[in-house]
C-alpha cells in the first residue's frame, strides 16, 4: 500500500452499510428456510395475508422463526464482539471470549441446573449465570494485587479456571442419568433452542447496553494494542479501562453462553477474520464485529435447522465444523 | 519558569530491596538531559516512574511546576511523551495508524481524529522522514524505521517533554546518529525538553548538555558533561579501567574501554 488510507469515519460507514445488508438477507434466510416450508417469497407473502390465526406458516415465522433468529443474531454478536475485546486485552489475535474459563463456570452452574430438573429458562439459565459469576469472581481474585494486563497473569488464571472446571464437568456429566445426559450434551454443544420473544427482548436489553459501552471504548483498545506501557502513556487509565472493559464482556458473554451454552469459534474465527479483512481498527472492527458474528450466527443456526433430515443439531456443531477449519486457513495464513 | 522536570528525594522499593534512593535533581525547560550508568544502576526505574508509567510511593516529582500525584494520565500525556525501546507489534496496524495514536491525549471521547489531527501527523512523519512510509505496516520496516515511527507518534502528542529509553541500543551506527539528530532539531527547532536514558557514554557526551549519572540506585554525578565524564568517576562506577581523552570532533571527552593488554602501559589522561 502507499500512500494513507481514507479516514476511518469513511470506512466505518462503508463496512457496516455493507455488513448490515449481509445481516438483513442472513435474517430473511433465517425466516424463509426451515423444516416447516416456507422458500423465499414466503415471509413476504405472510406480510401480506390477513391476520389469520389459522395460517401455520405464518405463526411458524413470526412466532417460532422471529425469535429463534433474532436470539442467533445476538448470540453471534455477542460472542464476536467478545473475542474482540479479548483479543485486545490479552494483545493475542487468537485469544476467545472462553479462554478465561467463565463460560466453563457457567457450564458447571448450568449441568447443576438441569440435573435438578429445572426448566431451561429461567431455571438452567439463573444456575448458569451464576456459576459464571462466581468464576468470574474467583479470576479477578487470582489476578487482583497484580496488574490486570502484566505478563500472562490473566491469560494463565483463566487456562488454570479453564482446566479445574473441564474436570468438574466431567464429573457430573459421568453422574448423569440417561435422559439429562442429552440435555447436557446439547448445551455443552451450543444449542439456541427454543425461545420466546419475550426471553429474546429480555437478553437484547441486557447486552445492548453492553454494546453501547465497549463502543465508547474501542480507540482506547487501539492504543491497549500497543502495549500497556504504550497506552498509558498516551493518557489511558489502564486499570480502569481494562476492568471494565474485562468485566463488561464478561457479563456480557455469560449472559449469552447461559441461554445456549458452548457455541464455539465464532468468538474466534469471526473478529479475526474480520480484522484480516478490515486491518486492526478497534473503531472499525467492533461494530463490524456485531453485524458479521450476527450474520454468521444466523446462518449457521439455518443450517443447523435445515440439514438434517430430521430435528435439528446444536447449532455449536456447525460453527465448529465451518469454524475449525476456518481457524486452521487463518493460523497458516498468519505465520506467513 | 518552572523548571522542566523536578525530582525530590525519590525512592523506589522492589521485592523488598532499595531500587533507587534519595534521587534529587532537576532538568531545565528546552535542555537535552541525558541519564547514564550501568545496568541495574535504577536508570529505567527513574524512567518509568517520571513517565507515570509507575506509582510514585517514595518522594516527589513535579512536572511543568506540578506534581505528578496531581495530574491524571491525560493531562500528563499532554505534557509528556514516551518512546520506549521495544514496542509489541502483535497487531498490523500501518505506519500511519500507529502516527495517529499519538493524537489520543488530544482526541474526544469516541476518539475519532479530524483533519488538525491528520496535518499533525503527517508534519510529525516529515519531521522523522517517514512520509514514504505511510501504508507500510510496523512489522515491515527496519528496527531504525520503527524507531522512528515511535518518534513520530510521541511528537503527534505535541509534548513539552519528550522522554526516551535507550533509543539507540539497537540501532545500525547511521540510525543512531540520525535519532541523536532529530533529537537535537526537536530541542533546537521545536523547543522540546529532551529526556533520555544511555548506555553509550560517547553519545551522551557529544549531544547532553547535562547528564546524571546513576549508581546503585543513587546519584554518583550530576551536571555538565565535562563534570561527570571524569575518569576516576566512571571507573569507580563502572568498576572498569577506562581511558578518557579529547574527541578530535569539538570540545567533547571521549571514553575508552581498555583491553587488558593495554593495562601495563596505562596512561590516564585526566
Same mark, same amino acid.
Given at each position: 500500500?502507499?500512500?494513507?488510507?481514507?479516514?476511518?469515519?469513511?470506512?466505518?460507514? &462503508?463496512?457496516?452499510?455493507?455488513?448490515?445488508?449481509?445481516?438483513?438477507?442472513?435474517?430473511?434466510?433465517?425466516?424463509?428456510?426451515?423444516?416447516?416450508?416456507?422458500?423465499?417469497?414466503?415471509?413476504?407473502?405472510?406480510?401480506?395475508?390477513?391476520?389469520?390465526?389459522?395460517?401455520?406458516?405464518?405463526?411458524?415465522?413470526?412466532?417460532?422463526?422471529?425469535?429463534?433468529?433474532?436470539?442467533?443474531?445476538?448470540?453471534?454478536?455477542?460472542?464476536?464482539?467478545?473475542?474482540?475485546?479479548?483479543?485486545?486485552?490479552?494483545?493475542?489475535?487468537?485469544?476467545?471470549?472462553?479462554?478465561?474459563?467463565?463460560?466453563?463456570?457457567?457450564?458447571?452452574?448450568?449441568?447443576?441446573?438441569?440435573?435438578?430438573?429445572?426448566?431451561?429458562?429461567?431455571?438452567?439459565?439463573?444456575?448458569?449465570?451464576?456459576?459464571?459469576?462466581?468464576?468470574?469472581?474467583?479470576?479477578?481474585?487470582?489476578?487482583?494485587?497484580? !496488574?490486570?494486563?502484566?505478563? !500472562?497473569?490473566?491469560?494463565?488464571?483463566?487456562?488454570?479456571? !479453564?482446566?479445574?472446571?473441564?474436570?468438574?464437568?466431567?464429573?457430573?456429566?459421568?453422574?448423569?442419568?440417561?435422559?439429562?445426559?442429552?440435555?447436557?450434551?446439547?448445551?455443552?454443544?451450543?444449542?439456541?433452542?427454543?425461545?420466546?420473544?419475550?426471553?429474546?427482548?429480555?437478553?437484547?436489553?441486557?447486552?445492548?447496553?453492553?454494546?453501547?459501552?465497549?463502543?465508547?471504548?474501542?480507540?482506547?483498545? !487501539?492504543?491497549?494494542?500497543?502495549?500497556?506501557?504504550?497506552?498509558?502513556?498516551?493518557?489511558?487509565?489502564?486499570?480502569?479501562?481494562?476492568?471494565?472493559?474485562?468485566?463488561?464482556?464478561?457479563?456480557?458473554?455469560?449472559?449469552?453462553?447461559?441461554?445456549?451454552?458452548?457455541?464455539?469459534?465464532?468468538?474466534?474465527?469471526?473478529?479475526?477474520?474480520?480484522?484480516?479483512?478490515?486491518?486492526?481498527?478497534?473503531?472499525?472492527? &467492533?461494530?463490524?464485529?456485531?453485524?458479521?458474528?450476527?450474520?454468521?450466527?444466523?446462518?449457521?443456526?439455518?443450517?443447523?435447522?435445515?440439514?438434517?433430515?430430521?430435528?435439528?443439531?446444536?447449532?455449536?456443531?456447525?460453527?465448529?465444523?465451518?469454524?475449525?477449519? &476456518?481457524?486452521?486457513?487463518?493460523?497458516?495464513?498468519?505465520?506467513? | 519558569?518552572?523548571?522542566?522536570?523536578?525530582?525530590?528525594?525519590?525512592?523506589?522499593?522492589?521485592?523488598?530491596?532499595?531500587?533507587?534512593?534519595?534521587?534529587?535533581?532537576?532538568?531545565?525547560?528546552?535542555?537535552?538531559?541525558?541519564?547514564?550508568?550501568?545496568?541495574?544502576?535504577?536508570?529505567?526505574?527513574?524512567?518509568?516512574?517520571?513517565?507515570?508509567?509507575?506509582?510514585?510511593?517514595?518522594?516527589?516529582?513535579?512536572?511543568?511546576?506540578?506534581?505528578?500525584?496531581?495530574?491524571?494520565?491525560?493531562?500528563?500525556?499532554?505534557?509528556?511523551?514516551?518512546?520506549?525501546?521495544?514496542?509489541?507489534?502483535?497487531?498490523?496496524?500501518?505506519?500511519?495508524?500507529?502516527?495517529?495514536?499519538?493524537?489520543?491525549?488530544?482526541?474526544?471521547?469516541?476518539?475519532?481524529?479530524?483533519?488538525?489531527?491528520?496535518?499533525?501527523?503527517?508534519?510529525?512523519?516529515?519531521?522523522?522522514?517517514?512520509?514514504?512510509?505511510?501504508?507500510?505496516?510496523?512489522?515491515?520496516?527496519?528496527?531504525?524505521?520503527?524507531?522512528?515511527?515511535?518518534?513520530?507518534?510521541?511528537?503527534?502528542?505535541?509534548?513539552?517533554?519528550?522522554?526516551?529509553?535507550?533509543?539507540?541500543?539497537?540501532?545500525?551506527?547511521?540510525?543512531?546518529?540520525?535519532?541523536?539528530?532529530?533529537?537535537?532539531?526537536?530541542?533546537?527547532?521545536?523547543?522540546?525538553?529532551?529526556?533520555?536514558?544511555?548506555?553509550?557514554?560517547?553519545?551522551?557526551?557529544?549531544?547532553?548538555?547535562?547528564?546524571?549519572?546513576?549508581?546503585?540506585?543513587?546519584?554518583?554525578?550530576?551536571?555538565?558533561?565535562?563534570?561527570?565524564?571524569?575518569?576516576?568517576?566512571?571507573?569507580?562506577?563502572?568498576?572498569?579501567?577506562?581511558?578518557?581523552?579529547?574527541?578530535?570532533?569539538?570540545?567533547?571527552?571521549?571514553?575508552?574501554?581498555?583491553?587488558?593488554?593495554?593495562?601495563?602501559?596505562?596512561?590516564?589522561?585526566?
Amino acid at each position: 500500500m502507499t500512500g494513507p488510507e481514507p479516514a476511518v469515519g469513511s470506512r466505518l460507514v &462503508a463496512s457496516s452499510l455493507i455488513l448490515s445488508l449481509i445481516l438483513a438477507g442472513s435474517l430473511y434466510w433465517g425466516l424463509a428456510a426451515g423444516s416447516a416450508g416456507g422458500g423465499f417469497g414466503a415471509v413476504i407473502k405472510t406480510l401480506g395475508s390477513a391476520a389469520d390465526d389459522t395460517n401455520m406458516l405464518k405463526s411458524i415465522i413470526w412466532q417460532i422463526r422471529l425469535p429463534r433468529v433474532l436470539l442467533a443474531a445476538l448470540v453471534g454478536a455477542t460472542l464476536s464482539l467478545g473475542g474482540l475485546v479479548f483479543q485486545a486485552l490479552l494483545r493475542n489475535p487468537l485469544a476467545e471470549p472462553y479462554i478465561l474459563g467463565i463460560s466453563g463456570g457457567s457450564a458447571i452452574g448450568a449441568i447443576i441446573g438441569i440435573l435438578l430438573g429445572l426448566a431451561r429458562f429461567p431455571g438452567v439459565w439463573l444456575t448458569a449465570f451464576g456459576g459464571s459469576l462466581a468464576t468470574l469472581a474467583v479470576l479477578l481474585l487470582m489476578a487482583a494485587g497484580r !496488574n490486570l494486563l502484566e505478563g !500472562n497473569t490473566l491469560l494463565l488464571s483463566g487456562v488454570m479456571v !479453564n482446566a479445574f472446571c473441564a474436570a468438574v464437568i466431567m464429573f457430573l456429566v459421568s453422574m448423569a442419568q440417561d435422559s439429562r445426559l442429552h440435555t447436557i450434551i446439547f448445551w455443552l454443544m451450543g444449542d439456541l433452542g427454543s425461545v420466546t420473544l419475550r426471553q429474546v427482548g429480555i437478553l437484547a436489553a441486557t447486552l445492548l447496553p453492553c454494546f453501547g459501552v465497549i463502543h465508547l471504548m474501542t480507540h482506547r483498545m !487501539n492504543l491497549i494494542s500497543l502495549g500497556r506501557d504504550m497506552a498509558r502513556s498516551m493518557g489511558v487509565n489502564i486499570e480502569r479501562t481494562s476492568l471494565l472493559l474485562l468485566v463488561i464482556t464478561s457479563l456480557m458473554v455469560s449472559a449469552t453462553v447461559s441461554h445456549c451454552g458452548l457455541v464455539g469459534f465464532v468468538g474466534l474465527v469471526i473478529p479475526h477474520l474480520l480484522r484480516l479483512v478490515l486491518g486492526p481498527d478497534h473503531r472499525i472492527l &467492533a461494530p463490524a464485529s456485531v453485524l458479521g458474528g450476527g450474520s454468521f450466527m444466523v446462518v449457521c443456526d439455518v443450517l443447523a435447522r435445515t440439514l438434517p433430515e430430521q430435528g435439528e443439531i446444536p447449532a455449536g456443531v456447525i460453527t465448529a465444523l465451518i469454524g475449525a477449519p &476456518a481457524f486452521i486457513y487463518l493460523l497458516r495464513r498468519s505465520q506467513r | 519558569m518552572a523548571h522542566a522536570i523536578v525530582v525530590n528525594n525519590l525512592g523506589h522499593t522492589f521485592n523488598g530491596s532499595q531500587v533507587l534512593s534519595q534521587v534529587s535533581f532537576h532538568v531545565e525547560l528546552g535542555e537535552f538531559f541525558v541519564i547514564i550508568g550501568p545496568n541495574g544502576s535504577g536508570k529505567t526505574t527513574l524512567l518509568r516512574l517520571i513517565t507515570g508509567l509507575m506509582p510514585l510511593k517514595q518522594g516527589e516529582i513535579t512536572i511543568q511546576g506540578r506534581s505528578i500525584r496531581a495530574q491524571s494520565p491525560r493531562a500528563l500525556a499532554r505534557c509528556i511523551a514516551y518512546v520506549p525501546q521495544h514496542v509489541p507489534a502483535e497487531f498490523p496496524f500501518s505506519v500511519i495508524q500507529v502516527v495517529l495514536m499519538g493524537r489520543a491525549p488530544h482526541l474526544g471521547l469516541l476518539g475519532f481524529e479530524g483533519p488538525g489531527d491528520l496535518d499533525r501527523a503527517h508534519q510529525a512523519m516529515a519531521i522523522t522522514g517517514i512520509e514514504h512510509l505511510a501504508g507500510r505496516r510496523l512489522s515491515q520496516l527496519s528496527g531504525g524505521e520503527r524507531q522512528r515511527v515511535f518518534i513520530a507518534r510521541a511528537i503527534c502528542q505535541q509534548p513539552k517533554i519528550l522522554i526516551l529509553d535507550e533509543p539507540t541500543a539497537a540501532l545500525d551506527l547511521s540510525h543512531q546518529v540520525r535519532v541523536m539528530d532529530l533529537m537535537e532539531q526537536l530541542q533546537q527547532a521545536h523547543a522540546l525538553t529532551i529526556v533520555m536514558v544511555s548506555h553509550d557514554l560517547n553519545l551522551a557526551a557529544m549531544y547532553a548538555q547535562r547528564l546524571l549519572l546513576l549508581a546503585e540506585g543513587r546519584i554518583a554525578g550530576c551536571g555538565r558533561v565535562s563534570e561527570v565524564i571524569d575518569y576516576a568517576l566512571l571507573e569507580r562506577v563502572y568498576r572498569c579501567t577506562l581511558l578518557v581523552d579529547h574527541s578530535p570532533l569539538g570540545d567533547y571527552p571521549r571514553v575508552h574501554l581498555v583491553p587488558r593488554r593495554h593495562l601495563p602501559h596505562r596512561s590516564g589522561v585526566r
